[in-house]
């Protein structure tokens, strides 16, 4: 440290005083870590300062769970704040120079360490937030930095929006609980606005030099002019403010016209990208569709800049803010298409033209209300409002999938099937009809009723035959499959699972179909009530899918851990189940989640013939999820072991309604012949 400190001293010109202050803040950073570190249990080194660099400690390993790293990494930024508030403290109670620059350089230097870089801070604590985190905080982080612009908080925001789209899904975050994922986006967001405010309020709001004597005030004062005879410079103003947009480019210089004109020029050539990018992420022809999707574009932007060069800027409180807002849009929905083509080129998503384009639209509305709230423009709001009742009014299946949306996040999975319904009816287009019946499948299979999910999957597919599945009906057919599976109809649940290890030239999506497989071969051990063979599909499953996926791996793994758990239990092993079950619940993060985390501890239970807890958990899911079959099956299951009457009337009604499906198979088992 003393090394550092009198190489840095003599070498950066800034003093041995500063040098020595500097390493001082970055000592207390690094013992941060190290606190942390200890209070965690990791061994580390001594904080160990390098000329040039500044200071690093050595770790030899993180465990598994991500919030230890995260809490690690974020220590030294805290500490390091902290320090550099009571330098900032110092500096405003003194006025010394000397210690705004101290704490400037204490706050820019943790401020940096907020990187989601390689071996930065930021990138530590990040690996326990999830995408809805880093959601959240940059749409905050926006709506402060549009209030308080400030240059330092700008760089961040593209930075962090940069690789927010462009990383890759790992899915360590899974590993961590929810309320940690929430607390640790909360500790990043402070340190964001903290130390960006800090750097600033440091850096240029220090003391400013003052003239050493106070210019008179009879010799710099100016005669105010009367109010009937304005000045020269007001009048002019005045009359430019009553002049057009049009009238004004008149005047301009030959050149600066053409300027102006090869900017408008480029201007609609922007409307073209959209469209192009959408058919390429597609992969569809640009065709008729995109042809009407530029005109439409093309279009707007005529109106938009036509509107706000014919009114003049004293008249244009109706027109205020539309044309920022209408560029930020373009350039959003633009962004979100090259993201969505760059991940089509990598083979993560295969999604189709109409649900792009309305995902562009969202981007470009969000762009426009963000541009509203930086303004103040309540015309620009209004005009977003309006332009959306519209789109929703002029396409009401998309309304109603929304509203279904909604409804499934509360658990209303009756009133999510009812409004795809009704969205089904309302001529929704080939694309968005064929994403509506995935989903409506999806809901009736949750809800135990899978001849009716296999109905609607029937006309979601291709037909039946033995080519191989496209990559983009591997999710169709997935779910066709786990249908039959529910019927007992397992020959022709095979038969799919041969259609689905077929890969089509070209296609580099083996590792998914071979998990899927997986998947549906231990569904259906489980449904045929073999044990042992669903717990070898489990942790086959297990052992081939890492635990830090994201997105449809991490589902089929919590799937897994479930099936694990409940063959252990039906081998006789509570134990090694309830271990499981533990495991599992880390990864819970939504309703869906909790609700399957209570079904499987109640499936568990019933193992165990702990009537009471199978009950209780039950009823936890069936008050999560009221229209799901398989909770209210296990509740009645629970109360018929107990011995209580209102359970057998239930399992003689489920029998009754789902005759054809396993689960009235097995409420009829339970009962008995009669």
Not at 112 to 131: E, K, M, S, V
Not at 157 to 172: E, I, N
Request: proline share 6%; charged share 20%; hydrophobic share 50%.
């Amino acid at each position: 440290m003393a090394f550092w400190i009198w190489v840095t001293g003599a070498q950066s010109g800034m003093g041995w005083g500063m040098a020595a202050g500097l390493a001082v803040l970055i000592f207390i950073h690094e013992m941060g870590h190290v606190v942390m570190n200890w209070k965690n249990g990791i061994k580390s080194s001594p904080p160990m300062f390098i000329p040039f660099v500044g200071a690093l400690i050595a770790v030899k390993s993180f465990p598994e769970d991500p919030v230890v790293e995260s809490e690690c990494g974020a220590g030294g930024p805290v500490a390091g704040m902290l320090s550099s508030a009571v330098c900032l403290g110092i500096a405003w109670s003194t006025g010394v120079p000397f210690w705004w620059e101290l704490a400037g350089f204490g706050f820019a230097i943790n401020l940096f360490n907020l990187l989601p870089l390689g071996p930065l801070d930021g990138a530590r604590i990040g690996t326990a937030l999830a995408p809805r985190n880093w959601d959240f905080l940059l749409i905050t982080l926006l709506l402060v930095t549009l209030k308080l612009p400030l240059a330092i908080w700008w760089l961040f925001l593209v930075m962090l929006f940069a690789y927010r789209l462009g990383r890759v899904p790992q899915g360590r975050h899974n590993l961590a609980a929810p309320a940690a994922r929430a607390r640790m986006t909360l500790v990043l967001l402070g340190l964001l606005v903290g130390l960006g405010w800090g750097t600033d309020a440091a850096l240029f709001g220090g003391p400013k030099k003052r003239p050493s004597t106070p210019p008179a005030a009879s010799a710099t004062a100016q005669p105010r002019p009367a109010d009937d005879t304005p000045p020269a410079i007001a009048m002019g103003t005045s009359v430019a403010q009553k002049e057009s947009g049009l009238a004004a480019f008149s005047k301009l210089p030959p050149l600066a016209q053409r300027f102006l004109g090869l900017i408008l020029l480029l201007s609609m050539v922007l409307c073209a990208l959209p469209p192009c990018l959408a058919a390429l992420a597609s992969g569809e022809r640009f065709g008729s569709r995109g042809w009407l999707a530029f005109a439409g574009l093309l279009a707007a932007h005529v109106l938009v800049i036509a509107v706000n060069v014919m009114v003049p800027p004293a008249q244009g409180g109706m027109v205020r803010g539309t044309l920022p807002g209408w560029t930020l849009g373009l350039l959003a929905s633009v962004v979100f298409l090259i993201h969505q083509w760059v991940h089509v080129r990598l083979g993560h998503v295969q999604p189709n033209r109409d649900s792009l384009h309305r995902h562009a639209l969202a981007w470009g509305a969000a762009a426009a209300l963000a541009v509203a709230y930086a303004r103040n423009s309540l015309p620009l709001l209004v005009v977003v409002l309006l332009l959306t009742a519209l789109y929703l009014t002029v396409r009401p299946a998309v309304a109603l999938a929304l509203l279904a949306v909604g409804q499934e996040w509360r658990g209303q999975l009756a009133r999510a099937a009812e409004y795809r319904v009704r969205a089904l009816g309302r001529r929704p287009g080939s694309d968005l009809e064929k994403e509506l019946r995935l989903l409506l499948a999806d809901t009736r299979f949750q809800m135990g009723q899978a001849r009716e999910a296999l109905e609607c999957l029937d006309l979601a597919v291709d037909g039946p035959g033995s080519e191989a599945v496209p990559q983009s009906n591997i999710l169709r057919w997935f779910l066709h499959a786990r249908a039959l599976v529910a019927l007992e109809r397992y020959a022709d649940a095979m038969r799919i699972c041969e259609r689905l290890l077929r890969v089509p030239h070209g296609e580099r999506s083996s590792n998914r179909r071979t998990a899927l497989v997986r998947d549906l071969l231990g569904e259906m051990a489980e449904s045929r009530g073999w044990s042992d063979e669903a717990l070898a599909q489990a942790e086959v499953q297990l052992s081939q899918l890492p635990a830090n996926v994201s997105g449809e791996p991490a589902e089929l793994l919590l799937r897994a851990r479930w099936r694990r758990a409940v063959a252990l239990a039906a081998q006789g092993r509570p134990g090694d189940a309830l271990k499981e079950l533990h495991l599992a619940h880390r990864w819970v993060a939504d309703r869906a989640g909790r609700v399957a985390l209570a079904t499987n501890q109640a499936r568990v239970s019933l193992e165990r013939r702990d009537w009471t807890g199978a009950g209780r958990y039950a009823e936890a899911a069936v008050s999560r999820m009221p229209d799901a079959i398989e909770p209210r099956l296990l509740q009645a299951e629970a109360h018929f072991g107990a011995g209580k009457p209102e359970g057998e009337e239930y399992l003689r009604r489920l029998a009754r309604e789902h005759g054809e499906d396993r689960w009235g198979r097995r409420a009829a088992s339970l009962l008995g012949p009669v």
